[in-house]
Structure formats: C-alpha cells, structure tokens
C-alpha cells in the first residue's frame, strides 16, 4: 500500500509547476502528450479496482480517451481536461481507492486478483511503466529547447572498443519471471538450452559510441540492414539522438534537466535498434537474445545492468504456452513481430520494474526511450 502511494505521488508532483497547455502538447511523434499517461494512469487502476473486480464502470465507461486503440496520440491533448482539474480529480480517486485496498473484505477480497497482492503490483508497475514514458516527453521538451550553446568542461574523446567479456557455458537455463510481481508476458518460466557465447561484461560506452561515429558508422551502408539505412538516410541520423554539438563541434548530452557533460565511459544512450545493430556489425559482433542476456544477468555475469535499456537481436513474442492473464484483447501487450526487445533498466527506471525477467519492447526506429546496448561474440 505504502508503495502504491509513493509512486501516485510521485508521479502527480512530476506535473508540479506545468502549465495547461504544455501538459497537452505531443512533444515527439511516438510519445503520447504528458497529461495523457497522467489520465491513462488513474483509468487503469479504476479499470482494475471498479469495473473488473466489482463490476463497476462509474469511472472507465468512456473508453474513447484513455484506451490506447481508441485514440491516437496526436489527437489526445487537445481532448485531455484542465490539468488542475484532473489533478483534483486523480487525488480523490486514489483515495479512495487505497481506502479500499486496506478496507477490502469479503467477499470482495476473495477476487483471485487480490492473492498475493497481485493486483496492487500489476497497478504499481503500470504507473512505472509510465512515469518513465513521462521522463522521456521531459527528454523531448529539453531537446527542441536547447539553444545548441553550451560549453562542456570535459571534452568527448573517442575510445577504442575495450573486449572484457564473459564466458557463459552452453547448457540449460531457466527463463522467466515468478508471481505475483512479474507481468504475464514473462510466463511460464521455462528452460531453455543456450550455446555457449561471450558477453561484454558493461554496456557499449559515449566514448565507444564516438569512436563508430569518427570511423564513418553513420556512412557505411554496409553496417546497416536495408530498412536501418533507409531510415538512416531518410532522418538524416548522425549521432545518439540525447547528443547535441555546439558551434565549436564540442558533443554534450540532454536529459529533462537541460545539457550536461557526456562522459567517456557512461553508458551510450539514445540508440535505435537500427543503429545498435549498425554498431555491433561494426564491431564485429552481435547484440545478445533475450535469453543471453537474462542467463548472464541471473549468473551476476555482467555489470550496469540497470543503467540503459539494452537492445537484444529477437522480436518480441509471446513464450510457448503463454496466457493472457489478468489482460483481455483491448489490454494485452501486442505480439505483432514488429517489436524487439530491450532487456535491463535505464537510470530513470522504477525500482518496481528492475529485474532479470522483465520483457520491455520497442519498435526499431524508436529512440526516444533511453536504450544502449551490449554486445555478445561467438
């Protein structure tokens, strides 16, 4: 309970100080505008907690808005409420509904929702799934406002490739997530036979990254595949897309608090699919299936595991007997072999999401999120 409290709150005092109309505003073509994941958050939980525990749809009977297929990003700010007003509103609600989840008794705590505190899990999550998503429209606000002016103290250099990898054995390995705090695209856990490989024991570094960059990485069709260089070419792609260069050519980073020193040995962030792919060719070797990456990360293998998502080379789909479960079709997560998945955690990450068997997912041209990568040989 004290959990789910710290995470509403702290997700409403992200919109402390924000005027009505910046909250509405879609800052980037993939993202949704702020106020939209502040609605979407408390139509979940009352989703969860009212209609589909008590059969109850005072709150969620409008589904036009904040269901994601019933509206499209673009058209979601200017349909959003006052901010304020949503604001009181969302406080209420979740009084309320913490109300109920230290009062609840039978027989409404006999909902197979409620074992183990299941479903006060699966609300935690989705909040911090979204407050991340929030962090990254802040991302995208502090880049279209930097004037490209700032004077970094430390100068990016580029770093040659450092190979510290890790040996990990071929054999079986366990896969997989546990209840009640894993999501169901994480089940059943299973076992799973690997080849044996080496992984880089830290993630593909700024100074690396600079490294690929002088060497032509962006220029050399060859490292790409045909719809990485065709989106290459097509954006006009240079450099990490949270890299900015000033009038004396000097590299720098954005994040939601402005412009800051990049430094050589920080973990590259900003990286599409694509581009992650371009890297790893260049450095003649690959990026990790999910499964490498999991096993490695269960052994303590490797290092800075939570400091960017990290690309893996497979889709995201559904394991062998998977089950939709508490999620219907308007709600479960879309296996559509359109996604890959990202593996890890990235510095703004919740604690409430960072573990070995979680299942992010992204579309491959998609930046925006804070992803790197890490590499793997054979």
Not at 93 to 116: A, M, R
Not at 137 to 155: F, R, T
Not at 181 to 205: G, K, M, W
Not at 276 to 301: I, K, Q
Request: glycine share 6%; with cysteine; charged share 20%.
């Amino acid at each position: 309970m004290i959990r789910l409290r710290g995470i509403q709150n702290k997700t409403r005092q992200l919109f402390k100080d924000m005027s009505d109309i910046d909250y509405r505003l879609q800052y980037h073509p993939d993202l949704s505008p702020m106020g939209w994941h502040l609605g979407h958050g408390i139509f979940i939980e009352n989703y969860w907690l009212h209609e589909v525990i008590q059969g109850n749809d005072q709150f969620t009977a409008d589904k036009s808005l904040f269901l994601p297929h019933n509206c499209s990003k673009a058209s979601r700010g200017p349909r959003l409420p006052g901010l304020q007003d949503l604001i009181n509103q969302i406080q209420q609600q979740q009084d309320n509904n913490d109300l109920l989840l230290v009062e609840k008794t039978p027989p409404l705590s006999d909902h197979p929702l409620f074992k183990d505190e299941y479903i006060e899990n699966l609300i935690i999550q989705h909040y911090a799934q979204h407050y991340e998503a929030i962090y990254c429209v802040l991302n995208q606000i502090a880049l279209k406002q930097d004037k490209g002016v700032y004077e970094p103290q430390l100068i990016l250099k580029p770093q040659t490739l450092v190979r510290d990898m890790v040996h990990v054995s071929a054999g079986e390995y366990f896969v997989g997530g546990e209840l009640p705090l894993c999501r169901d695209n994480e089940l059943p856990a299973h076992q799973i036979y690997l080849d044996e490989f080496y992984i880089a024991s830290t993630p593909v570094t700024n100074g690396e990254y600079l490294h690929f960059m002088q060497d032509a990485g962006y220029q050399n069709q060859i490292l790409w595949s045909t719809a990485g260089w065709q989106w290459r070419e097509k954006n006009n792609i240079q450099h990490p897309e949270q890299w900015k260069q000033n009038s004396d050519m000097q590299w720098y980073g954005i994040n939601h608090l402005g412009a800051f020193d990049l430094v050589c040995s920080d973990s590259v962030c900003g990286l599409s699919h694509y581009e992650a792919c371009a890297f790893a060719n260049w450095a003649g070797a690959l990026l990790p299936h999910e499964h490498e990456w999991e096993t490695a990360a269960r052994l303590e293998s490797i290092k800075e595991t939570t400091n960017v998502w990290e690309w893996c080379n497979n889709l995201y789909s559904a394991y062998s007997n998977y089950n939709a479960n508490p999620y219907n079709k308007d709600l479960s997560p879309g296996f559509d072999n359109n996604h890959y998945v990202l593996k890890g955690a990235s510095q703004l990450s919740r604690a409430e999401i960072k573990r070995t068997s979680l299942r992010n997912f992204s579309l491959p041209h998609q930046r925006h999120i804070f992803a790197g990568l890490r590499l793997v040989y054979k």
